[in-house]
């Protein structure tokens, strides 16, 4: 972050889910309302707003914030796929650290419900997603491929989604809160060999937002510093032939973590796209929790579980909280807040004080990524 | 612009008009190709990318970059209704403002062919467009209000199309290259009374880039500098009642004239977001180049025809030069910067070193705007 520092001093989100009788509208209100609360920000204070949604209709965030009387200061749409809500983020950071204005408000919104279920659709002209390449199909193809260099089998693609099911179970905001077992996650429908529908994020609804400030809001006792805000698209070098690495999150995590000024080994939790389970294995080298390879090793030893060395998504990722697609990118921020404040309940990651999020949009019909968004958020000491 | 100076640097776009055959890509990619060469930057230069574009597909910026292998930095795509290409280049002038990077590209993209024509659709779930109260009949209100309380006829909102036709038939990338009569426009096929065909802008397809930059780029004679970047949203205190006059744009206006230390009296020409004719009338006086109710004065003395103290819309306009709808905002820039270096052709407003552009998005169903960029380009003096 280039600038400012900049410091994310409220945040509010809707339980993600099944909102039918809900509009984007009001599942907006209800975050934007709720993190600005919580930073004790009144709605005049908000200099420039940002608004992440991947399906939403033209000026969906100008429509969130009129019923609220949040008129007048520039609002722009961002739209990057699965990452648009953590772009719309970036963008807040980048208005308060380069003086622009003192309040920044992100947002996300998006209600998969009104898409008719199912799949996301193929864009139309998207030959391959047309014929079938699309978002499971795609991953489908990596885990197969990650399954035969590492010697990992569905066994370890179900761990993840047995996890992600027992940290979710912890969180009220999220879609799912039942656990399951292996053996229910292995006989799952199958939705594409060798992913289970219980190894697949659902389409859920939801929104989330973020307060971004130039400087601590009074009486906050543990400011939360934006250490670092990156976005990468994906590079094609080698024609993505590599299913099993993500190049573009690695390069992303480099900048991230140089422009932090800290390591993987910092990090104390994470918030990780977990859109199918084999991600969040690919996730985990690529962030440099681990050695190329080692992603089994983390998740046999429940060192990414709550309570282990290195947590990831204690909220239940998007494979539990859900992933309502715009939303999603704001919504790690609040749970990265959260986790920070100590306020996360049963499923706090206890003295974290490094947060990162993490998040990739695109992928079909190409392997390369057309966004990748790596947020750092760090707890200051305040003497 | 708070920061660092920002120059335009180079500008390309396609010709707008009907392009049924060539894909939202290629239009992008030869806009693209067109800026860098004319600034003289290699792709690898280029440090950070918007989009803007209305309706186009998820990822629609990635999509235009990728096949020109301009991969790697960060793409945000930029959705403000209307104001989405304005929106897409003032991020990426506060990109190079604010340190982040030394080169930024901007990029309008619009493929309306693909809507099927006719007008702009009406959002889902939006009551008001679903029975008729699309861009035309809007409008054509505001034009009836103006009427009533200027004693103006049809006659002045055909002229305003009868300049738009007569400019942009001296600009190679108009929509249409054909100048039209006071009685062709007044009896054209009525659309919403009092507009015309001829007063309503054409649905286009098109594209547009601007390379922006943190120093001129060598060997540029005449370096372009971004001397105001505004982009607001409306308020709507008095409900949006009187619908003759845009306080959005006021507002805009005087925001951009503070930034830039200038008054409407500076400005040499502008580019004005004269969706249909009446709009041109209503935003002379937002923007200050009159008094309020003073419009059909400056159109009657051909103040704003080229030749006039305050030439507007030299390209021929959204009425002519065409309105793709993410494109128009970077358009305006390319006029604007070929004006400033004074190559123009027969269209060159004599000696101009200052340009205005203008866009709005949104208003549908409310009067209010979605989204009002305004920025103002200055010609550099060298010694």
Request: hydrophobic share 40%; net charge negative.
């Amino acid at each position: 972050v280039s600038g400012r520092p900049v410091y994310v001093s409220g945040v509010g989100m809707t339980p993600f889910g099944r909102h039918r009788e809900s509009s984007p509208e009001q599942l907006g209100q209800t975050a934007v309302l709720a993190a600005l609360a919580d930073a004790g920000v009144a709605p005049g204070a908000v200099g420039e707003v940002f608004c992440g949604t991947g399906y939403g209709l033209p000026g969906t965030g100008q429509r969130v914030l009129r019923d609220l009387g949040l008129t007048g200061p520039p609002v722009t749409n961002v739209e990057n796929a699965c990452s648009s809500g953590s772009s719309a983020f970036r963008l807040a950071v980048r208005a308060v650290a380069s003086g622009q204005v003192d309040v920044a408000l992100a947002l996300g919104v998006e209600h998969l419900s009104g898409l008719g279920g199912g799949t996301l659709p193929a864009a139309k002209g998207d030959v391959e997603g047309s014929v079938g390449l699309n978002g499971p199909a795609l991953y489908a193809m990596r885990a197969r491929r990650y399954l035969e260099a590492t010697g990992a089998d569905s066994k370890h693609l179900a761990m993840v989604a047995v996890k992600a099911r027992r940290h979710g179970a912890l969180n009220p905001y999220a879609h799912f809160r039942k656990p399951v077992s292996l053996d229910e996650v292995l006989g799952a429908r199958m939705i594409s060999d060798p992913l289970t529908l219980l190894m697949c994020c659902p389409t859920s609804d939801g929104a989330a937002a973020a307060v971004v400030t130039a400087a601590p809001v009074p009486g906050d006792a543990t400011p939360i510093r934006v250490a670092a805000s990156v976005l990468c698209s994906g590079v094609e070098e080698d024609g993505g032939r590599d299913m099993s690495w993500s190049e573009t999150t690695a390069r992303a995590a480099a900048q991230a973590y140089a422009a932090a000024g800290l390591g993987p080994a910092d990090v104390d939790f994470a918030e990780v796209h977990d859109a199918f389970t084999i991600n969040e294995l690919m996730y985990y080298e690529a962030l440099g929790f681990c050695e190329r390879g080692g992603a089994l090793g983390l998740l046999e030893h429940d060192e990414t579980s709550l309570g282990g060395r290195i947590p990831v998504n204690p909220s239940g990722g998007l494979l539990c909280r859900g992933h309502p697609v715009g939303a999603t990118g704001v919504a790690q921020i609040c749970e990265a807040v959260w986790q920070l404040r100590g306020l996360a309940g049963d499923r706090q990651v206890q003295g974290a004080r490094v947060a990162l999020t993490h998040t990739t949009g695109g992928g079909v019909p190409n392997l390369d990524h057309l966004a990748c968004a790596i947020h750092i958020l760090r707890k200051e000491d305040r003497s």
